[in-house]
């Protein structure tokens, strides 16, 4: 294939390449402008092969088009070919096929190279086996993969700094491969959920959910959980003027910033240990909070939520002698034993502050929940759950 003097030949100028074109019989005169990026499109009706870095750094290259014997290109043969979007194969190619611009093999079971001009995000195609090395090209950084894959070269990202892997299914092979090469992956419905989100990774891995972009989605599915090491952040107003209404498959690790509900249309949310405050203030429609955990329930969180009818304290309550309940509503004093009343402070403006709602403990600590807090309603959780445990969610049924 090619050459080490056209392989160079991008470093060291154009005595190079007139050096291959002595050395090479598969040399095309037409290739002098494309490593000028002078050119936007090229077709070459003879050329069965490209060489190392034959186009890199032509940004203004929109689409190649080769001959129907057309056989392979060399290791980064697309680098920087920035305005690059489409492949142009015929129907009567001996070894290649595209759709939408995409290289595949002639049966479509291989995906070769992904144009980068293409976008930052790119589906898979159902049916797709296998990923062929460095299929893929910057900026490209989300990349929804079928079960139907099977194999990925090693080397499938090197070029893709930032990939992130979106798939199905934890059983899928892209799952399994995401987790060994360190790469970010997440659980997505379908690819539109996923995408819609400005998630991130930084150098201090980081995945944080900045704001939702769809306006319209009214579901988003929550990524799962990657490393223990990694942080997971909800930002402030995440979902404010939004239609949101479920965060589907929610972990409990996530930190909340203050505010992270707030404003929003959710209907039920879940507040894990880390969390800051006044996080679901003024969510009108919110009608179920699960709270994780024995932290205290801090000043603000549901004031305003008007539609809220059932707060769920799953792990309230210590069951060693020497404990006392938790979480409390506001900062508690002498191991939880304080019973100042700031649950108005905490629920202002809610329907269960007004006796038209109710809080959910664990059976054996209700009559000492409704002890400290006297103005408020409460029941066994286990009577309500799904399950009959603690860990379920309220059955609609029941409630």
């Not at 070919?81 to 611009?101: I, L, M």
């Not at 939702?212 to 223990?228: G, Q, V, W, Y």
Request: net charge negative; hydrophobic share 30%; aromatic share 12%.
């Amino acid at each position: 294939m090619a050459n080490k003097d056209f392989q160079n030949g991008f470093a060291l100028g154009l005595s190079a390449r007139q050096s291959s074109k002595q050395n090479s019989n598969n040399y095309n005169e037409s290739l002098e402008k494309y490593i000028t990026g002078e050119i936007t499109s090229y077709t070459d009706d003879s050329a069965k092969t490209f060489r190392d870095y034959a186009f890199a750094g032509c940004k203004k290259l929109k689409t190649i088009k080769f001959p129907d014997d057309f056989e392979t290109f060399g290791k980064h043969c697309f680098d920087e070919c920035d305005s690059f979007y489409a492949f142009d194969v015929s129907d009567n190619s001996e070894n290649f096929s595209t759709v939408d611009g995409v290289l595949y093999t002639k049966d479509k079971e291989k995906l070769i190279y992904i144009p980068q001009g293409i976008g930052s995000s790119f589906a898979i195609p159902d049916g797709v086996k296998s990923i062929e090395k460095e299929f893929c090209n910057t900026p490209m950084q989300y990349f929804y993969f079928p079960a139907s894959v099977d194999s990925i070269h090693e080397d499938a990202f090197m070029c893709c700094d930032n990939a992130i892997i979106v798939t199905d299914s934890i059983s899928s092979y892209a799952y399994s491969y995401g987790r060994n090469k360190d790469l970010i992956y997440v659980l997505a419905k379908n690819f539109a959920d996923i995408t819609k989100l400005q998630i991130q990774k930084t150098i201090y891995t980081v995945l944080q959910v900045e704001k939702c972009l769809d306006k319209e989605a009214t579901s988003i599915h929550m990524p799962e959980r990657i490393n223990d090491a990694m942080g997971y952040y909800i930002n402030s107003y995440a979902f404010k003027d939004t239609k949101v209404e479920e965060l589907i498959g929610y972990p409990e690790y996530w930190q909340l910033s203050n505010y992270c509900y707030a404003e929003s249309n959710l209907k039920t949310v879940i507040l894990g240990e880390n969390r800051g405050q006044n996080l679901c203030v003024n969510s009108k429609n919110l009608e179920i909070a699960y709270v994780i955990g024995q932290e205290d329930l801090l000043t603000g969180h549901f004031k305003n939520c008007t539609s809220l009818r059932h707060l769920v304290l799953r792990d309230g309550g210590h069951d060693s002698s020497g404990g006392g309940l938790g979480p409390s509503f506001g900062t508690s004093t002498n191991n939880g034993y304080s019973y100042d009343d700031t649950s108005e402070i905490v629920l202002e403006n809610t329907p269960i502050l007004k006796g038209e709602g109710y809080v959910y403990v664990l059976k054996k600590h209700v009559s000492s929940y409704q002890s400290a807090w006297p103005n408020l309603k409460f029941r066994a959780v286990e009577d309500y759950t799904v399950d009959g445990t603690n860990t379920g969610l309220l059955s609609p049924n029941k409630i």
